[in-house]
């Protein structure tokens, strides 16, 4: 069975990501007391930096959507990016040339180490009409690792983290990625539809046909045939992993794994004919961008000198769960106190 053709935004409609997140803020202002020190807190990064964090409104990420796709086109094209956007698109030009070869050694290394170069999701059960497919061998999990219910999943995780423990980073970090979600999502499927480049499996010659401007209908009949550049399931992922290791910078396990997660999504991307390799550099820079205008809202960056010891710094103590990982490579939450 090949790839089914749905990036984030369709596979996870934008409502889903309402009904997860939007009562959570809502409800942890009935469980949080009105005082302002409660809808903030301070967190001690290292000893010269402390992040506050407010806790988000209800709305607070969508409304923030619109304001990331202005910026994000705006800052693409300031002089100051010109040398960035050039060796962006000098990358994506080279790439383009060497796809087909690449496209075609991935599959063969791929049949090698015995990852299928199909799609081998099924589909367990569903939820509201929507078909809930999840993945059965090896090359399955490494495109489940883009599906958009995975990033939903992760932001609905650390909403309630935050809604339990009325922790501000987590509930911002919750409203940071559905805004990256729904933003990265625009963006990915306005520029396929602009496009209407061929994915592999359906190309009809080498590197995949470009129709730019494809007629919106034959689009919709044949999504395969047009929606390859850029990749959302990249996107997404980097926008999350963006998110997340930007609150959360002690946590040093947190990079690491988004270059394993995202080299293994695209890699089987390639290898079972969803994606060519040069769909990625685009899709990267636009999750990253959004990552870091997601993150520049709801949170306050204070520095103190060293020489001032904690002058400058809130000290009071401060607790709440965050992403942890021991020794032997497990995942999870930890209780965490600062003072």
């Not at 935004?9 to 409502?15: A, C, F």
């Not at 933003?183 to 046909?209: A, C, D, M, N, W």
Request: charged share 20%; with cysteine; aromatic share 12%.
């Amino acid at each position: 069975m090949r790839p089914s053709r749905s990036d984030s935004l369709i596979r996870t409609p934008v409502w889903i990501l309402a009904l997860v997140f939007l009562p959570g803020p809502a409800l942890a202002d009935q469980v949080a007391s009105s005082t302002a020190s409660r809808k903030t807190r301070s967190y001690v990064i290292d000893e010269e930096t402390t992040y506050v964090f407010e806790k988000p409104g209800p709305f607070d990420f969508a409304g923030a959507v619109p304001k990331d796709i202005q910026t994000y086109v705006r800052d693409s094209f300031r002089r100051e990016n010109y040398l960035k956007l050039g060796g962006m698109m000098a990358l994506t030009a080279v790439l383009v040339y060497y796809d087909q070869t690449i496209t075609d050694e991935t599959q063969k290394f791929g049949r090698r180490i015995h990852i299928s170069n199909e799609d081998r999701t099924t589909e367990f059960f569903r939820v509201a009409g929507l078909p809930i497919r999840l993945p059965t061998d090896t090359g399955s999990a490494l495109y489940f690792l883009g599906d958009g219910w995975t990033q939903v999943g992760v932001t609905a995780a650390f909403f309630g983290t935050g809604l339990v423990r009325d922790d501000p980073r987590a509930l911002r970090t919750a409203s940071q990625m559905a805004e990256g979600i729904v933003t990265v999502g625009i963006l990915t499927q306005f520029l396929k539809h602009v496009t209407g480049r061929e994915s592999p499996y359906v190309s009809t010659s080498r590197g995949g046909r470009w129709v730019p401007f494809p007629d919106q209908i034959e689009y919709h009949k044949h999504v395969a045939r047009y929606d390859a550049y850029p990749s959302g399931h990249v996107a997404t992922a980097m926008v999350a992993f963006t998110i997340m290791s930007e609150n959360y910078p002690e946590q040093r396990w947190i990079k690491p794994l988004s270059w394993l997660w995202i080299s293994g999504l695209s890699f089987q991307m390639v290898n079972n004919g969803v994606h060519w390799i040069s769909d990625y550099p685009l899709s990267l820079a636009i999750g990253y961008s959004i990552g870091k205008l997601a993150v520049s809202r709801g949170r306050k960056v204070v520095k103190s000198q060293r020489a001032g010891g904690a002058a400058g710094r809130d000290r009071s103590g401060t607790c709440g769960w965050e992403p942890a990982a021991d020794a032997g490579m497990g995942l999870g939450l930890r209780f965490r106190c600062a003072f």
